[in-house]
């Protein structure tokens, strides 16, 4: 009996399909979350809960801290004036050195962009570690963090460093003052809607977490925290705080109170950053190999399309 040309077509489509689905419910893995420990000289990794942390780095003051889309780790040294990268393996190199790096963030093409406190400047760097000013609106910049559409906020003092505020600058060009509508500045992030976080930095549980509307409108997303510094989303929009005084704590998606996500032998984390999500695992390539090969076997057996 001999196999139709019409039965081996639907075949395949079927074992394609099959093997599509199971891709689709294999998960992918957890991207790890990176915190900076200033007190311990100590760069953290989580790949789950807080009994999940290991040390990935030491350096001298480890102070900010960003993680590039190939999942390279770089971090900002307080003490040493520099910037090192970590592969995700931890091979270290120095990426730049000769300033004082706070806020550090990624934009979509993987240049670095990176604020330098008191010196009022806003460092970029190519991938391949070429430096360039892209401005000095001067006064005292804390953060830098980009929106979805490619805009850049800045956390500041003004240059007479007499009141906080943010800048914005436009993905199309152009500075202007986001909002004034703080009590002090802190750490920066975004979500995929636009809105930009801030934490205020202020201790003694008088720590906040804004949230402004992208027209600037601001609101309490979260507060009680003890200096509150770095922020980072999940993939789950759960929003993480470093807290300066020894503590990592999770805001729920949607905001409110939140819970302590470590508080074990940290000494001042000051940053975080979540990696990127790997791709799923090789089981998938495993299961798409072995149809593969399945098929080539039942192309030579009689009266068994594959």
Known sequence: MKTSFMSVAVSRKTLVALTIAFAAIVPKGEAVLYVTDYGNGAVYSYTGGAGSRTTFANTTGPYRLAVDASGNVFVGDYSDQAIYKFTPGGAQSTFA?????????????GDLFVVTGSTGAILKFTPGGSQSTFDSPGGYLDSV?????GNMFVSAYDPTDTFPLIYKYASGGGQSVFSTDMDNIGGLETDAAGNVYMSNGLGAGNGKVY????????SIYASGFQTPTGLAFDGGGNLYVAE????????????????????????????LAFGPV????????LATGLAGLLCRRKRNTPQRPC
């Open 97 to 109: 050195t000769g300033f004082t790096p706070y806020g550090m963030t990624f934009d979509s093409n």
């Open 145 to 149: 963090a980009f929106d979805p559409s």
């Open 211 to 218: 949230e402004y509307t992208p027209t600037g409108t601001r």
């Open 244 to 271: 300066y005084f020894n503590r990592i704590s999770v805001i729920p998606s949607g905001g409110g109170s939140f819970s302590v996500f470590d508080n074990t032998g940290l000494s001042q984390p000051h940053d």
């Open 278 to 285: 790997p791709e799923p695992n090789s089981l998938i390539l």
